[in-house]
Nanobody, 114 residues
Framework: QVQLVESGGGLVQPGGSLRLSCAAS????????MRWYRQAPGKQRELVAG???????NYSDSVKGRFTISRDNAKNTVYLQMNSLKPEDTAVYYC????????WGQGTQVTVSS
């Protein structure tokens, strides 16, 4: 099971930007499907974006055009660039790695508020 450590969360005003990072352990990172999920208070965890080993990307409709997922296999890191943030983006953001099984990070809080 891969170990994942997220960073980059915080408090930002509406319209602002944040970049989340997720550092993974191990030597097989390039093979993993990497995804970002988020969970707002009282709501179910939802998929935000994903990037498989091929590098293609997919996004939920709620973030398409505002968020960008990318990966650096040399650094064992996946990123989530979040622009034009809205209050409804407020949530705990979780990094997920999948290769035969799921691995999860501890989550990082993102709060969008004026």
């Amino acid at each position: 099971q891969v170990q994942l450590v997220e960073s980059g969360g915080g408090l930002v005003q509406p319209g602002g930007s944040l970049r989340l990072s997720c550092a993974a352990s191990g030597s097989a990172f390039r093979l993993y499907l990497m995804r970002w999920y988020r969970q707002a208070p009282g709501k179910q965890r939802e998929l935000v974006a994903g990037i498989p080993s091929s590098g293609t990307t997919n996004y939920s409709d709620s973030v398409k055009g505002r968020f960008t997922i990318s990966r650096d296999n040399a650094k064992n890191t996946v990123y989530l660039q979040m622009n034009s943030l809205k209050p409804e983006d407020t949530a705990v953001y979780y990094c997920n790695a999948f290769l035969l099984r799921d691995s999860w990070g501890q989550g990082t809080q993102v709060t969008v508020s004026s």
